[in-house]
């Protein structure tokens, strides 16, 4: 079965350093997702990107934060200077249509230092 | 927005017994779906449900729409059923963004 696929699995960063999360979706979906879970608490939705924009963003993702789909089958989230509270699990999501089941990455653990 | 809550927050089970988990949201969805969250921090999708009943051996899930709430049934209940389990809806119009739940913690003891 297809999966979406994320890396690295685990980054440490030093604070006001610039991280690039990669993310490779499902080959035939056309919407693309962000979303973090600090540690033990729920996750929250940042951004949804379709047809190369931004379709919704939320208040977490502040300037700070920008997503790219470079080519045709990456889909990038940059953070440009990280702060400690950024420090979280950040999940990429994918899916066919706006109304059907969004699949899932395995993750990539921030930790800012 | 759309208010998700999910209970129990906490639950303890010995191995081999059943629960039920639920999800009650405020407002009519597109979508919802379950997820079991391991030990790894990976979510597992078990559910995309917005209606009805699906079975995938063990477990199986509910969703009432008209009355806004799903519940999740674990039967025979392993060790390796341990770990946070999520519910997460979208609105209509809301470009399929999910909106979580604070999850119920699940430890099943041996």
């Known amino acids: 079965e297809p999966e979406v696929t994320q890396t690295p699995s685990h980054q440490v960063t030093q604070m006001g350093q610039e991280v690039i999360l990669r993310c490779v979706p499902i080959?035939?979906?056309?919407?693309f997702y962000w979303y973090r879970q600090i540690l033990g608490q729920k996750v929250e939705f940042l951004v949804s990107f379709y047809n190369n924009e931004i379709s919704e963003k939320s208040e977490i993702f502040d300037d700070q934060f920008s997503v790219e789909r470079p080519d045709g089958s990456n889909f990038t989230l940059k953070i440009r200077s990280t702060k400690l509270e950024d420090s979280a699990m950040y999940f990429c999501?994918?899916?066919?249509?706006?109304?059907?089941?969004?699949?899932f990455g395995p993750g990539t653990r921030l930790t800012v230092t | 927005g759309i208010q998700v809550e999910q209970s129990p927050p906490d639950l303890i089970l010995q191995e081999g017994a059943n629960s039920t988990l639920r999800c009650n949201f405020s407002?009519?969805?597109?979508?919802l779906q379950w997820f079991h969250q391991n030990p790894w921090g990976q979510l597992i999708n078990l559910f995309y449900?917005?209606?009805g009943t699906k079975q995938n051996g063990r477990l199986s899930a509910t969703t009432v729409a008209t009355e806004r709430y799903s519940l999740l049934y674990i039967s025979s209940s392993q060790t390796t059923d341990s770990g946070v389990y999520f519910c997460?809806?979208?609105?209509?119009?809301?470009?399929?963004?999910?909106?979580f739940g604070a999850g119920t913690r699940l430890a099943v003891h041996p």
């Open positions: 997460a809806v979208e609105r209509p119009g809301g470009y399929n963004k999910l909106i």
């Open positions: 080959s035939n979906h056309l919407y």
């Open positions: 999501a994918s899916d066919r249509d706006r109304v059907s089941q969004q699949y």
């Open positions: 407002d009519s969805v597109n979508n």
């Open positions: 449900i917005p209606s």
